[in-house]
């Protein structure tokens, strides 16, 4: 994940959590619309708390765009799929 040439939006999210599992379809939606451009990853924080630690992870869900092994943008909470595209284009530069 962190070797990718292209920017990788994380999802950091939790089975147990509503909002985390409302947001799978939008993720879906958008790793399809962006694919070449962005990779989309979700890393599930009860199976790697390690690393959800790692990332500075306090609420699901949780989304950080990294890059080059950089944190470059992160937003915490559920938004709608326009929302998480103005997040996108912003980073992009779209």
Known sequence: MLASPLPVLVDFWAV???????MAPILEKLA???????????LNCDEEPETARAYGILAM???QVLHGGEQVASVVGARSGAAM???IDDILGD
């Open 16 to 22: 147990w959590c509503p909002p985390c599992r409302m």
């Open 61 to 63: 869900p949780t989304f």
């Open 85 to 87: 595209r103005k997040f």
């Open 32 to 42: 399809a619309d962006y694919a070449g451009r962005l990779t989309v990853v979700s």
